[in-house]
């Protein structure tokens, strides 16, 4: 449970591997879905769930090919298909987040006020068209309340209360399954869609977390931990998906 901050004394796994497993997670039982994974340790976690729990996932390889979890060609994806599994809710994106509020709107786009940002970003690109026609996940590497914000600056992705606001049209397909960080995992299963902590990876308590946050979590008394990698997971993570460990690159150890 997280009131203790010692990493569980069986496990060999690293913070990396942990966020591997929880990105990983966001996908099971999704089935015959096109996964897009936009970062290093969601595409590990794409590929671990297509090797393991959720074999029916779709993989790209980000442009017109379908491939297996080792990059293999596995068939072809035209252009024309894979805007129609976008906009029928059949793909499952994992996103980044500049910031992220406490009902998964998301910024990408700007820091400050739009007129006169203090710092642009990648803009708002596909964000919207991904919240608004398909489940949508997001991965923060570094989790702080500069991230994890009250009120994001501004709209791209589109979170429960902005796609309430918007009426069945926006609701239809919108979902956020999951919020992976470097600290721990989350999501919207409360009564008002407001996030949620789920767990936390081990080495972090429920306390760490919401001081790293810029709002109040709904949290159980008891957080667990995030479930530990099964020594088979761990082979793949470390001989086949990623041997040169450039996970640990994104996420050091703690």
């Not at 996964?35 to 390889?61: E, K, N, V």
């Not at 820091?111 to 026609?133: E, F, K, M, S, Y």
């Not at 761990?234 to 640990?248: F, N």
Request: glycine share 8%; proline share 8%.
């Amino acid at each position: 449970m997280a009131r203790g901050a010692a990493v569980s004394p069986t496990s060999t796994a690293t913070r990396a591997e942990y966020c591997v497993i929880a990105c990983a997670e966001a996908w099971r039982d999704n089935g015959e879905v096109l996964a897009s994974p936009m970062g290093l340790i969601p595409s590990l976690g794409a590929r671990l769930a297509r090797r393991t729990f959720s074999p029916d996932l779709l993989l790209t390889d980000g442009e017109a090919l379908l491939v297996g979890p080792d990059g293999t060609a596995e068939g072809w994806l035209p252009y024309r298909r894979h805007l129609a599994m976008v906009t029928g809710g059949k793909r499952h994106v994992m996103m980044g987040a500049s910031q992220l509020d406490r009902f998964g709107n998301q910024n990408i786009s700007c820091i400050g006020d739009w007129h006169r940002p203090a710092r642009q970003l990648l803009g708002v690109r596909g964000a919207p068209v991904n919240t608004l026609n398909n489940p949508v996940s997001y991965w923060v590497p570094k989790h702080s309340a500069r991230v994890f914000v009250e009120r994001v600056d501004m709209i791209c992705g589109v979170g429960y209360d902005s796609a309430a606001a918007a009426g069945p049209s926006a609701t239809r397909y919108h979902r956020i399954p999951r919020v992976v960080s470097h600290l721990g995992v989350f999501d919207f299963a409360t009564p008002d869609h407001t996030m949620r902590l789920v767990s936390v990876h081990p080495g972090v308590t429920a306390g760490q977390v919401q001081e790293a946050t810029g709002f109040p979590l709904a949290r159980p008394d008891e957080v667990p931990y995030t479930r530990e990698p099964t020594a088979e997971e761990l082979r793949l993570i470390r001989t086949e998906l990623d041997p040169e460990r450039l996970r640990e690159r994104e996420v050091p150890s703690a």
